[in-house]
T-cell receptor, first 113, second 111 residues
Framework: NAGVTQTPKFQVLKTGQSMTLQCAQD?????MYWYRQDPGMGLRLIYY???????DKGEVPNGYNVSRLNKREFSLRLESAAPSQTSVYFC????????????FGEGSWLTVV | GEDVEQSLFLSVREGDSSVINCTYT??????LYWYKQEPGAGLQLLTY?????DMKQDQRLTVLLNKKDKHLSLRIADTQTGDSAIYFC???????????FGRGTSLIVHP
């Protein structure tokens, strides 16, 4: 049982390049999330998907797009990367909308130069 | 201002108790959580408490909730070097199940 799996773990991008962070969970969870973590800023929600077929903006959605491909997978896309998007990105999932059991992936370290 | 506030650092001696504090602003918070993040890893749920509870104990962990002051604390008894990590306080509100996280408290345990 892998839980929440993110790829890639590390990535360096040039300004203006695009890339997609992949996330999959094998716990049959309904809800999935993307957060970014910056030093001294804690976790900030980028986008979330309450259930398959729905996505909503979080606190910091600008510069990102998401796709809930199916119940298992929730991808995060940077269309034109900027240095301000240098961060650690975490995907997470929860069983239902009660929010009390959120499981996190190991994180993806992204550097934009 | 922030919804959830924590101090950024705490240093304790191995074997002592650690107390990590958190304040939140929304009185309609339903769940309050503590997560632990070890270096290079994701966040792991340590424990959570419903807003109608005052205290929850789980082995070395004790969570205290003061609803009047909107104050949450996590006490770790007999702190070990393996407890060194960042601890995040989070809240979620009825009708908005997504938790809001604090900035995290870095716990440093020294011999």
């Amino acid at each position: 049982n892998a839980g929440v799996t993110q790829t890639p773990k590390f990535q360096v991008l040039k300004t203006g390049q695009s890339m997609t962070l992949q996330c999959a969970q094998d716990m049959n969870h309904n809800s999935m999330y993307w957060y970014r973590q910056d030093p001294g800023m804690g976790l900030r929600l980028i986008y979330y998907s309450a259930s398959e077929g729905t996505t909503d903006k979080g606190e910091v959605p600008n510069g990102y797009n998401v796709s809930r491909l199916n119940k298992r997978e929730f991808s995060l896309r940077l269309e034109s990367a900027a240095p301000s998007q240098t961060s650690v990105y975490f995907c997470a999932s929860s069983e239902d909308s009660s929010g009390n059991t959120i499981y996190f992936g190991e994180g993806s370290w992204l550097t934009v130069v | 201002g922030e919804d959830v506030e924590q101090s950024l650092f705490l240093s304790v001696r191995e074997g002592d108790s650690s107390v990590i504090n958190c304040t939140y602003t929304d009185s309609s918070s339903t769940y309050l959580y503590w997560y632990k993040q070890e270096p290079g890893a994701g966040l792991q749920l340590l424990t959570y408490i419903f807003s109608n509870m005052d205290m929850k104990q789980d082995q070395r962990l004790t969570v205290l909730l003061n609803k009047k002051d909107k104050h949450l604390s996590l006490r770790i008894a007999d702190t070990q070097t393996g407890d060194s990590a960042i601890y995040f306080c989070a809240e979620s509100m009825e009708g908005s199940y997504i938790p809001t996280f604090g900035r995290g408290t870095s716990l440093i345990v020294h011999p």
